[in-house]
C-alpha cells in the first residue's frame, strides 16, 4: 500500500488549498479512507474521512463547512478543498487508510494502518 500526498504550502488566512492523495494497493472502491493532521506536541487529529462503498462522510467540527472531501475511485485518489483557512489549520496533513464506526448513533472515522508520509500546511495570519 502506498499513499502520496501533495498540495501542501504556505497561504494566508482566508485562503484556499486543495490536497490530493493518490492511492496504490488500496482500493477506494471497496475501503473508506481519510486526511489527519499533526501539530508538533499535539497528537494526530481526525480532519476528514471519506467512504465511497456506503457514502459515508465524516468532518471534524473544526472543520465542517470549511472543508470538503472527494474521492475519484477512477484515479484511486482522495482529495480536501480547504476553504477560510486559519491560522490553527497549520500542521501536517496526512492521508491514511481508515475506516467508519458507530459512537452512539453518530458516524466517526478511526485511521487503519497505512499512512502517506504528509504535507505541510501552513497558514499566515
Known amino acids: 500500500v502506498q499513499l502520496v500526498e501533495s498540495g501542501g504550502g504556505l497561504v494566508q488566512a482566508g485562503g484556499s488549498l486543495r490536497l490530493s492523495c493518490e492511492a496504490s494497493?488500496?482500493?477506494?472502491?471497496?475501503?473508506?479512507i481519510g486526511w489527519f493532521r499533526q501539530v508538533p506536541g499535539k497528537e494526530r487529529e481526525g480532519v476528514s474521512c471519506?467512504?465511497?462503498?456506503?457514502?459515508?462522510?465524516y468532518y471534524a467540527d473544526s472543520v465542517l463547512g470549511r472543508f470538503t472531501i472527494s474521492s475519484n475511485v477512477a484515479k484511486n485518489t482522495v482529495y480536501l478543498q480547504m476553504n477560510s483557512l486559519k491560522p490553527e489549520d497549520t500542521a501536517v496533513y496526512y492521508c491514511?487508510?481508515?475506516?467508519?464506526?458507530?459512537?452512539?448513533?453518530?458516524?466517526?472515522?478511526?485511521?487503519?494502518?497505512?499512512w502517506g508520509r504528509g504535507t505541510q500546511v501552513t497558514v499566515s495570519s
Open positions: 491514511a487508510a481508515a475506516f467508519f464506526y458507530s459512537d452512539s448513533g453518530t458516524m466517526r472515522c478511526h485511521h487503519n494502518d497505512y
Open positions: 494497493g488500496y482500493s477506494l472502491e471497496k475501503y473508506a
Open positions: 471519506i467512504s465511497s462503498t456506503d457514502g459515508n462522510i
